[in-house]
């Protein structure tokens, strides 16, 4: 089975059993965009991680998306050597990671 992910940084609101916000919205929009098998992040989160962890990061331009009323900026997340980071069945994501 092959998954696609979608990951954002943002606020959050919790109303009983659901999960709402911009936050959540974009990432569903970056999981619905992605191929299957990839990870793609918001601009946000490569603000985060870039230089910090030992992967690739393809910039997709900004991107308009439903529900959010600016553009969101979106990368593909890959490994150091190319190759697609990809999650595993197990729930984790076969990436590899430097450590400082």
């Known amino acids: 089975m092959r998954f696609r992910i979608g990951i954002n940084l943002g606020e959050v609101m919790i109303s009983g059993d659901d999960i709402l ?7 569903a929009r970056l999981e619905q965009i992605a191929e299957p098998g990839s990870i793609y992040i918001s601009g ?3 603000d985060q991680v870039h230089g910090k962890l030992d992967l690739l990061y393809t910039d997709l331009g900004e991107q308009t998306v439903k ?7 979106m990368y593909r997340v890959s490994k150091a050597d190319g190759a697609p980071a990809t ?3 197990e729930g984790g994501l076969e990436v590899t990671t430097r450590t400082r």
């Open 21 to 27: 916000g911009d936050g959540v919205n974009i990432a």
């Open 44 to 46: 946000t989160v490569y």
């Open 67 to 73: 529900k959010i009323s600016q553009p969101v900026r």
């Open 87 to 89: 999650a595993t069945p």
